[in-house]
DNA sequence: CATGAATGAGGCTTCATTCAT
DNA sequence: CATGAATGAAGCCTCATTCAT
């Protein structure tokens, strides 16, 4: 399975306890699927785990989607970090984001951000995900930004308005391929990338 | 409310037959509340129809909002062209789009493109909604290319690029806009247009 | 298709008008699918008849599960006549029932008798169509104890009790050969028939 | 109420819980107003408990129908089991089946056997409750040949044949019983079986 | 004689959550 | 820490029938 499926990603070695037996599950599920497109009964099923523990560990499944995000966000941007790290500059980094895009979308078959995904069709009520979606986005904003400024070439004001393009050009890559299930997207937003940051 | 709410966009003056109803309702609640969201009875409540009438009109939920994107589709091509209308030149016109996404995207609390949002959080065998996104798309991205083939500036080939660089800054700026309820994802994007197009 | 199935049976050369399209679409539905099992729309499509031309013609769906009944039986009890017809003595003719009933139920693939199937699961108000399957039955009981009352083997007396248990052995035949979707229990008929009429 | 009505048959002293509670009002349900015609809003309604509690104990409205028959099963072989235990010979118990069929049909007022009233109008892929009149019915069978196969007047042969003779009258007796809401058949299949078994 | 829009009632099933054990 | 029974609300959809045209 993909690499960017299992949660396992954050404790690879241990045997998991029934928390972390429950993310894991719910966030392939929620991933892949949907979090709509998910029950609790398919969690608990995936998960093997009883109802009235998976509600000792959570009060609401919106807290399992809180949990999945946080450990998502981990796990992302720690891939991310990985990826990009044999680059030499940071300009290089930031290029080679979309080069992570890339292997990852295409490892999902397109599957999109799970952030984008899940704040687009939620009970107005959900705000705790929708803010999780608001931090995610903003540290990797803040990613690029600090990625930038550390390159003598821009100023500290061009590095911040790079850095948020850059952003806009990764968000639009991402859900672009989702929908049209191709990589042309990403492809595309590199190559506008060169272009900003030359 | 919102001008780009009502579905009445399509035919102001007439009374609206019951299948009209049906769509508008829906489309209002889909784009605002969202797809699984929004249950059959709020959409028969708000269009005030029986459930069997709406049975009769459409065969599913998946077809209404099928109906719902291609009116979608119809009302928002038709409030672009009518907002770049008044500019000059072609190169103008596509800059101006982002003018046009601050106006709709403030007007409607960044609420989202309607097909981004669907398309996210869908079962699996919804695919005629899935393809209404791909159409959309394709043809807005036709749409900015066929401008950009205009301006004598570009080669064929520069155009197509350009228009989908464009493509995704729009998709970008839609989507980050609508996770931060900010609109500076519009206007990076925008600057970001002027860079790739000078 | 079986030659059991169409009610054309009854008027083979003739266009068939509204009423009777109404009839044979429904005659064929209610026969091999059930009465619960075929909708009043199905039977319009089949019939390619407008819905309100149908309540024209018929006051409901039982009136017309009674038309079906009323042609069925002509067609059943003409069908048997032609069957029998070849065959010399009435003892004869009654036993070659069971070779009615084996050529019959192969051909509709032991979809069973019409009467028995429909009134089996019905709402305690449909009087009518009960009372259709207790005149078929009559019917056969008669033709049963009218064939044999011409035995000079047999009193009269003797003459109906045989006709009442070779009713039984067909009843029970066509029944349980729908069960079990085999030809055996006819076949078990139609032995005991024999010994009984010996 | 009948005998032969209350699931409780099997269990008569415990205070019913819901899973059982479920099944006898389905039982009397099913078996009385038929299974088209009961909704699983009676169910619920009659056996006093939430539509999502009767989901937990069956996946459908087809699992329910099976678990009545099952238990319909075990009911009426025990009663029928009961009811000829006085006589002394394998034949006699044979032979008294018929006034077994008198008793049950006329206490339940000719409402006819479970098993033929339910499979003859289904939705083709209840294949389940097919099932369990296919299983049903070869258990009586079985048991009217083995019972005949103890008495030494007859042949393997013989009594296997003779089985299949009587369970035909059976069948036959109680559909027939059934569309004319009289015992006469019940008496004729009887006088038949005298004679077969003579 | 034909049309198809409109209906109210009800169909079966699933949801996230809580409770007693 | 685990269990699974029980729940109310809501999900999407289909039924036979009537109405205005």
Known sequence: MSVYAFFTYLCPMKKLNVKDRIIEAASNLFYFNGYNQTGINQIIAEASVAKASMYQHFRSKEDIAVAYLVGRHTMWMGKLNEFVANQDTSKAKVISCFDYLVEWL?????????????????????????????????????????????????SIEQAEELGDEVMILIEGAIILSQIQKNEWPINSAKRACLKLLA
Chains 1, 2, 3, 4 share one sequence.
């Open 106 to 154: 295409c490892d999902v078959e397109f599957r999109g951000c799970g952030w984008q995904n899940i704040i687009t069709d939620l009970p107005q009520d959900h705000t705790k995900i929708k803010d999780q979606a608001i931090l995610h986005k903003n540290e990797v904003r803040t990613w690029l930004q600090d990625l930038l400024k550390k390159e003598s070439q821009y």
